[in-house]
């Protein structure tokens, strides 16, 4: 299913094809990618949506490989640059990782040690993976918080986690992820623990910053308004599999699978006050024991007999778009 890496052909920077992810538990494993593919364009913003439990984090977490190994059954492929990332030594993924790949977690206050001053985490990390003096690395280090707007960056360096706000904490985030220069950022839902104003700061600086620096990024979210802000590209996930892509005006304007035009009908826009929201029926199925067929045909308005023969197979409607029903058109 992955789609095509670009429309002047050029080799992607990030390739996943075939990833199945399970987790082993006392019950046995459990599936929670299966057969998740597609590739990302240098200088793309794509963005993974869909509910809780879709596989939207365990994809990012396992292009870098941070399940525990003893508890995770990876099979498929990822390809970095050029380099099978599932196939690479502890040394080299440790490398990969915040150097030329870099990670936004969706709570800051956890992604910092509480022990250590920002500033300091922030050195380390750049001195890790440059050949920098101590000196460097500070004054790299207020450059970024310059970059990413923060205040006194001198005084604020110096501050331990606990002593910034929650958009403080995010935008330290986003200056420490930057610190290496990488070439793919991944956004674990960022703005979810911010309120409504600083969500829309924290967005324009994602966005402004991806500019700048020419990143790719991969951006995890459930929420609709952030993708069409943030995202040149939409992949729609469900029970593990990616079950729509385009580009994010194409699948915005026109979706094709029941489940995106359901997410497109729960969320709330201008003038609705006092209407009823048309909210998905049902709940996420267990993926312990997915239904057969579509695994969204238990709470599909479409569904029949059909739908629980097989899991679809990815339809191609239109150039850059993919789409697995069995409604969707051909092209």
């Known amino acids: 299913m992955t789609d095509a890496p670009g429309a002047n052909g050029a080799e992607p920077l990030l390739a996943v094809e075939g990833l199945h992810v399970a987790f082993h538990g006392p019950d046995g494993a459990v599936e929670v990618l299966n057969g998740v593919d597609f590739a990302l364009a240098r200088g793309e913003v794509l963005c993974l949506l869909g509910e809780s439990g879709s596989g939207k984090s365990v994809t990012l977490r396992t292009i870098l490989r941070l399940h525990n190994p003893k508890r995770t059954r990876v099979s498929g492929a990822v390809r970095f640059a ?13 490398q990969l990782r915040g150097g030329d790949i870099a990670l936004i977690f969706q709570e800051p206050a956890t992604a910092f040690d509480p022990v250590y001053s920002v500033g300091r985490q922030i050195v380390e990390t750049i001195r890790r993976h440059k050949s920098v003096s101590e000196a460097a690395a500070w004054a790299r280090a207020v450059e970024l918080f310059q970059r990413v707007q923060i205040p006194s960056p001198e005084r604020r360096l110096r501050a331990y986690p606990h002593e910034l706000s929650g958009g403080m904490r995010q935008r330290a985030m986003i200056a420490l992820a930057l610190s290496c220069n990488p070439s793919l950022l991944l956004a674990d839902e960022p703005t979810t623990a911010l309120d409504a104003t600083v969500q829309i700061q924290i967005l324009l600086l994602l966005r402004r910053l991806q500019q700048e620096y020419g990143l790719s990024v991969i951006f995890v979210s459930h929420d609709i308004g952030v993708a069409t802000e943030i995202a040149d590209r939409i992949a729609v996930m469900y029970a593990g599999r990616i079950v729509e892509m385009g580009p994010v005006r194409e699948v915005i304007r026109a979706p094709l699978h029941p489940y995106t035009q359901g997410l497109l009908g729960s969320t709330v826009r201008k003038g609705m006050r006092a209407r009823r ?8 199925p267990n993926l312990a024991a997915l239904p057969p067929g579509c695994s969204f045909a ?34």
């Open 82 to 94: 050029g380099q099978d990332v599932l196939g690479l030594g502890e040394r080299a993924m440790s």
């Open 277 to 284: 929201l048309n909210a998905i029926p049902g709940a996420p």
């Open 298 to 331: 238990p709470r599909c308005p479409h569904a029949e007999p059909r739908c629980t023969a097989a899991v679809p197979e990815p339809i191609a409607p239109a150039p850059g778009q993919l789409v697995r029903c069995i409604r969707a058109p051909l092209a």
